[in-house]
């Protein structure tokens, strides 16, 4: 009888080794434009953060539970005009997808930042009762101190630069939106 020949198969060990390596590499330049784009963000002067949220970007923000800022355009249903400016009353930082409204440049066009985050470790109540010094309310600093503790990684990445450049101009939104309601809860 004559001895059967094995047929090689076609996608060799050797081939999927080299197409995993391949792989392998282009992820890993793909995470370190990634890691470029966020330190731009990041290490910005105040003045000029908005400039690079001018047209719509993704930025994916390195860290071990993902905070993905989406920036979009002004034609999105989620992107408020600057005088129609406000943080939604219940956000929640669960499992479930979480809005922050935010504008980027009042002048040129307005964009929204589209926060998903699945960091399961708060709930911030945050008291905007600005209108009114004298009844226990809270300063910017106090607000910005205590999301810095409570939720630091989301601190510094979003609400830390973009509430610095606009804090004055979002209290007086906020204060002519809401000067008959309390308070503003952010959870």
Not at 30 to 40: A, G, I, K, P, T
Not at 129 to 153: A, D, F, L
Not at 158 to 163: E, F, K, P
Request: charged content about 20%; overall charge neutral.
């Amino acid at each position: 009888m004559p001895k059967s020949h094995k047929r090689s198969p076609i996608i060799t060990r050797k081939t999927l080794y080299w197409i995993l390596s391949v792989s392998v590499v282009c992820y890993l330049f793909h995470l370190s434009v990634d890691v470029q784009n966020l330190s731009r963000f990041v290490e910005t002067d105040p003045n000029d953060v908005f400039y690079l949220l001018k047209d719509p970007v993704n930025l994916l923000i390195l860290h071990p539970k993902v905070v993905e800022i989406q920036i979009l355009n002004r034609h999105s249903q989620m992107t408020l005009d600057f005088a129609e400016f406000y943080m939604t009353e219940q956000l929640s930082f669960g499992n479930s997808t979480t809005l922050v409204n935010m504008v980027a440049n009042p002048v040129d066009r307005s964009v929204s930042l589209k926060v998903n985050t699945f960091l399961d470790l708060l709930h911030i109540s945050i008291d905007w009762k600005i209108h009114s010094k004298n009844k226990g309310t809270k300063t910017y600093t106090q607000i910005e101190e205590e999301i810095r503790v409570k939720c630091p990684m989301l601190f510094k990445y979003v609400i830390g630069d973009l509430l610095y450049e606009y804090h004055h101009i979002l209290m007086d939104r906020i204060q002519l939106k809401y000067s008959s309601e309390p308070s503003i809860a952010l959870m």
